[in-house]
């Protein structure tokens, strides 16, 4: 085992955990802000809505996330180029970079499962909870932001963890569209020194002490969310 390489590269791999670190924040933020609507209308909404929302989630989880990653990257990448006023545009900077369309897939992707998982939290909730609610004269809105939600919230917590991780383990395709995170900073490692094991081992000691810290810190979350309101 050689690491003399280690402190050389150690900025390019402090870099690259940040990346992956943002990623995996920016995809489960606003992922699990689509999966709540996605899983109510689900359950509540429009038969057409509920379709909609129901044919996103089956696509998502029926393809891989490759792909669907391939297609935002070399699709949307090869399409927006094309449009001279997004070319000239405050958002040409960020279009054109592999991290938004990284971003898009890991978040659409999140939203996805979790839409499906919200819609069985959703349909957990005991309806008599529901019911009483309407009884003291509470609105729609005020029964879901008070009551629903949160008892939904903490039913999912647990599958969230595990989604959470899985997330995390997902990264890595990133760097097939040039995103340099974690992974692909060891990619680059091993292409310079010719060293195979040692960076492998790192990243994989690098995601299991990150899993360690997420697992521990959904549980420190479970504990203090209460079990009913």
Excluded: H, N
């Excluded at 819609?119 to 009884?135: D, I, M, N, T, W």
């Amino acid at each position: 085992m050689d690491f003399s390489w280690f402190p050389q590269y150690l900025p390019m791999i402090l870099e690259g955990i940040w990346l992956t670190l943002l990623l995996l924040v920016i995809s489960i933020s606003f992922g699990f802000v689509l999966a709540v609507p996605i899983g109510l209308v689900q359950v509540t909404g429009p038969r057409w809505l509920k379709w909609l929302a129901s044919g996103f989630c089956t696509v998502i989880r029926g393809t891989p996330l490759l792909i669907q990653l391939w297609l935002l990257y070399y699709g949307l990448g090869s399409f927006f180029p094309q449009i001279p006023w997004i070319r000239q545009s405050f958002l040409w900077p960020v279009l054109r970079e592999g991290f938004f369309y990284a971003a898009l897939a890991f978040t659409l992707s999140f939203a996805g499962y979790e839409g499906a998982v919200m819609k069985g939290a959703f349909l957990s909730v005991p309806k008599g909870e529901l019911e009483a609610a309407r009884a003291f004269g509470m609105s729609p809105w005020t029964v879901l932001r008070r009551i629903w939600l949160p008892r939904a919230f903490r039913i999912v917590l647990p599958t969230l963890g595990g989604e959470t991780i899985l997330q995390l383990k997902a990264t890595p395709l990133a760097a097939t569209v040039t995103v340099i995170e974690l992974y692909g900073a060891s990619y680059q490692v091993r292409q310079d020194t010719y060293r195979v094991y040692e960076p492998l081992l790192m990243v994989a000691a690098i995601y299991l002490a990150l899993t360690y810290i997420i697992t521990r810190a959904f549980a420190y979350i479970e504990r203090q969310v209460p079990q009913r309101r």
